[in-house]
């Protein structure tokens, strides 16, 4: 089992930055794959972001492509998410997801373990 745990979601205005972090816990941070995904209300879950196993490679919806940085820390067992030139079609629940494997996958049925999401909410 691993528990995955969100933060640092919130309001802000089109044009801000926010980070979110999910931090891990359980099994070896460093065996998974770790993808973001959001969901906007009445939406299908989409993919935003992942990184591999080390974090060297990493993959972005192109969406979020030049806005959005993944990244983590497996020493500290957490995964990051930089969000920069938010957008009010942004705005959606933000959910980390651990995939035990070292590929990165960009469907949702592809993750093992999910956290219970952050919202983030960016005003025009």
């Known amino acids: 089992q691993v528990q995955l745990v969100e933060s640092g979601g919130g309001l802000v205005q089109a044009g801000g930055s926010l980070r979110l972090s999910c931090a891990a816990s359980g099994r070896t941070f460093s065996n998974y794959a770790m993808g973001w995904f959001r969901q906007a209300l009445g939406k299908e879950r989409e993919f935003v972001a992942g990184?591999?196993?080390?974090?060297?490679?990493?993959y972005y919806a192109d969406s979020m492509k030049g806005r959005f940085t993944i990244s983590r820390d497996n020493a500290k067992n957490t995964v990051y998410l930089q969000m920069n030139s938010l957008k009010p079609e942004d705005t959606a629940v933000y959910y980390c997801?651990?995939?035990?494997?070292?590929?990165?996958?960009?469907?949702?049925?592809?993750?093992?373990?999910w956290g219970q999401g952050t919202q983030v909410t960016v005003s025009s």
């Open positions: 997801a651990a995939h035990l494997s070292a590929a990165v996958v960009t469907h949702w049925s592809g993750y093992d373990y």
């Open positions: 990184t591999g196993m080390s974090g060297s490679s990493t």
